[in-house]
């Protein structure tokens, strides 16, 4: 791929990915120092977040009507202005409803951009193979998500938080800028949108896409057991590392150090090394379950330390499979709609994760729960790729 149109292309990525992330540290804290309360901090946290998540399916829809590239940089430039209307609508009226509101738009908004990244990317470089494409694309992403945090805590030490907005809706429109200098070196060709059918008809002509296209059951079926299990891990990842193994929270903030670091290498040696499709999702798959069993079994910290790391290292790794084997699936027209179901029914189980986790009530439970997880996940794994491999074998399975 070119190199100033890759460059810029990750560039955008990796900028607006990273003022998503002050803003989504920025936000709840802020909120907290104003009110002395934990729960506007976990509203405001669940505004900015929680729409992303139910939106996502109608953004797939919007994205196979208007150009994608045109809704991403929307998206920047409007969290850009959105970030400097709130915080003046605060300074000069004050009240929360100004920082909450602007954590539930920021958050539809990023909604957005991610769908419409996720239709942009099998276009962006048509030359190169779609593999080191999505890979460079999650590496930019997981760099935004390690130095947001590091950025907005830097920012809040050295100024005020008033600051630290302003810098994100500068970031934002960075991020925009980067957008545009791609697309005048970009060789795209010129955008067609779909036919537009009824927003219901296209709702449910997703969902039944989903069901229905080769090999996307299967991919939700992964996906969604991945999630289970990782949404366990986060829940209880701290509460593991401090109370069942006794260490310091210093020990905690860094195995989410070590986590990134060896995401980051993951992501980079997949982008400059070819790796079979299939044997990537394998190996990325059953590593994660391997992590999950570690770090329900292991006795010692430094057992649960690999576990965890086999489990956020390769995630983003199948994230690329998954991306790989959909592109090939869904048809260019129905691209939108169907990625974002996708992303609603993979993300489901993480929410289910929680719940459970809260049921639970002593350690010993919770490394269960985790065991419990890692094993259906196993299941969930072996009964999908061997299903996968006996359709092959028999092409009449295939009929079905």
Known sequence: MASRGASSFFGSLFLARLADQVLLILVPLVVY???????????????????????????GILCDRV????????????????????IACFMTWGGLGWLIGLSAVCGVLTGQGFVAREVVLPQA?????????ASSA????????????LLAAGLLKWWNWQGGFMVASAIFLLADLSAGRWLRYSQRSGWQPNEREPWGQALLRAFALVWRLPGLPRLVAQAAAINL??????????ALVTGFYLRSEASYATLQAWAA?????????IARVSVPQRLLGILSYFSIMAGGLLAALSPTYLGYWLGYLLITGFDKSYSIYMRSERQQ????????????AMIL?????????????????????????LLGMALFMGAVGVLSFWGRRQGRVNPASQRC
């Open 329 to 340: 699936v869904i048809p260019a027209g129905d691209f939108g709609k169907v990625t974002g």
């Open 138 to 149: 999650q590496l930019a992403d997981q760099l935004g998500m390690v130095l947001g945090p």
């Open 33 to 59: 120092q104003q009110t002395r309360n934990v729960g506007w901090s976990g509203l405001a946290f669940m505004l900015e977040t929680l729409p992303r998540y139910l939106m996502f399916p109608l953004f």
């Open 125 to 133: 470089f048509p030359e190169q193979p779609y593999q080191q494409v």
């Open 261 to 269: 670091a060896v995401t980051v290498v993951t992501l980079l040696l």
């Open 229 to 238: 299990l990782l949404g366990g891990v986060l829940a209880t990842s701290a």
């Open 67 to 86: 150009s994608p590239v045109k809704l991403l940089r929307i998206s920047q430039r409007s969290r850009a202005i959105i970030s400097l209307v709130g």
């Open 345 to 369: 029914f993979n993300n489901l189980s993480q929410p289910l994760a929680g719940a459970l986790v809260g049921l639970v009530h002593s350690m010993a439970q919770t490394r269960s729960l």
